[in-house]
Nanobody, 124 residues
Framework: QLQLVESGGGLVQPGGSLRLSCAASIFMDYYAIGWFRQAPGKEREGVSCISSSGGSTNYADSVKGRFTISRDNAKNTVYLQMNSLKPEDTAVYYC??????????????????WGQGTQVTVSS
């Protein structure tokens, strides 16, 4: 059974960078992977998704140009490089897996396997 584990979160100053990792317990080549985030009192938001091959990606408007999603299937790992971080990026970040990739957005109901989350805090 697929299990996902996120890592790489932490405290960073505004304008700084972090790289999140999502490691899968099994061969992940057939799964599209998404990154989601949820801040206190807010709904869960789809941040970025990547197709199983890595050839297609999508991003929320709020992170376009600042975040980059990538994957290394040989390592069963998906990454989220986050640059120019803002206080409003503060949230728990989750990765999740699905067989369905949508080019327009990451839609949480598509995803059946979720990690436990990693906290990202952007503050001076």
């Amino acid at each position: 059974q697929l299990q996902l584990v996120e890592s790489g979160g932490g405290l960073v100053q505004p304008g700084g960078s972090l790289r999140l990792s999502c490691a899968a317990s099994i061969f992940m080549d057939y799964y599209a992977i998404g990154w989601f985030r949820q801040a206190p009192g807010k709904e869960r938001e789809g941040v970025s998704c990547i197709s199983s091959s890595g050839g297609s990606t999508n991003y929320a408007d709020s992170v376009k140009g600042r975040f980059t999603i990538s994957r290394d299937n040989a390592k069963n790992t998906v990454y989220l490089q986050m640059n120019s971080l803002k206080p409003e990026d503060t949230a728990v970040y989750y990765c999740a897996a699905t067989y369905t990739f949508r080019s327009s957005r990451c839609w949480a109901p598509d995803f059946g396997s979720w990690g436990q989350g990693t906290q990202v805090t952007v503050s001076s």
